[in-house]
């Protein structure tokens, strides 16, 4: 029996997303000695294992899918669609792996209120080459037109919000998860998710991140999921 419940996906948009899994997952752990080496010199270097940082560091990861894991892109997928969510944006598109489950979601979303409404994955991704990936793969899922993809850098291509938006996923280089979710808070609306991967596993990298979002005085409230790298969901108040 396999150990995850079956893809929320439809089929056209599971068997791509299957695909890229597959791939990202393959590429990891092609390169798990490439990037405990770069760890190490990171934590050296800057004391931080961050190793995506830096000329080099950039150079290594510019085509990396790093996608989501499977399990929490169905997890994403599920928040969406229990809040009927929308509008969404994410940080950090890569190939388009979670965009595949937020826009599709979007999509059931829609067709269940069946009164007209729009919906929007607004993506943001500053390497070029990888948004023409991810608008391939969105289109051949079937998803492309529930997606917009910002191709730039998120602290420019996200100035221009307009809310209200229900959901974000924050799946980016460490040092950019906070100026995101800075960026987008003023647009989302009360109720609406942010979930912020890998929290658990890089939790002092993500130290600011983690205080603005569980500040009993600030704009969320916050929880933890462990397991995997871990993710946190906050919920706007
Ligand atoms: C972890 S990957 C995203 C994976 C994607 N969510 C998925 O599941 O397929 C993070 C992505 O953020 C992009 N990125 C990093 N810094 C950025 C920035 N300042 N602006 C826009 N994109 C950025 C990287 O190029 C990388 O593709």
Avoid at 111 to 116: N, Q, S
Avoid at 122 to 136: D, M, Y
């Amino acid at each position: 029996m396999d150990k995850l419940a079956p893809s929320p996906l439809d089929p056209l948009a599971a068997a791509v997303a299957d695909r890229l899994h597959a791939q990202s997952k393959k590429q990891l752990v092609a390169n798990v000695p490439a990037i405990a080496g770069r760890m190490a010199v990171s934590l050296l270097r800057d004391r931080t294992a961050d190793f995506t940082q830096g000329e080099e560091g950039k150079r290594f990861v510019a085509d990396k899918l790093v996608a989501i894991a499977p399990a929490k892109a169905a997890l994403i997928h599920m928040l969406c669609r229990s809040i009927g969510a929308t509008r969404i944006v994410e940080a950090g598109t890569s190939f388009g792996v979670s965009t595949i489950y937020l826009a599709a979601a979007v999509r059931d979303n829609l067709a269940e209120r069946d009164d007209g409404g729009e919906g929007l994955v607004i993506g943001t991704e500053h390497e070029p080459a990888k948004v023409q990936r991810a608008l391939r793969n969105l289109r051949e899922a079937g998803v492309e037109e529930f997606v917009e993809i910002r191709e730039g850098d998120l602290r420019e291509t996200l100035v221009d919000l307009t809310g209200p938006i229900d959901f974000m996923l924050v799946d980016i280089w460490v040092p950019m998860a906070l100026p995101a979710l800075r960026l987008v808070t003023p647009h989302l609306r009360p109720g609406a998710l942010v979930v912020c991967d890998n929290v658990v596993g890089a939790a002092k990298e993500y130290r600011e991140y983690l205080e603005f979002v569980r500040d009993p005085d600030g704009p969320f409230t916050s929880v933890t999921v462990p397991g995997n790298g871990g993710m946190e969901i906050s919920r706007k108040r």
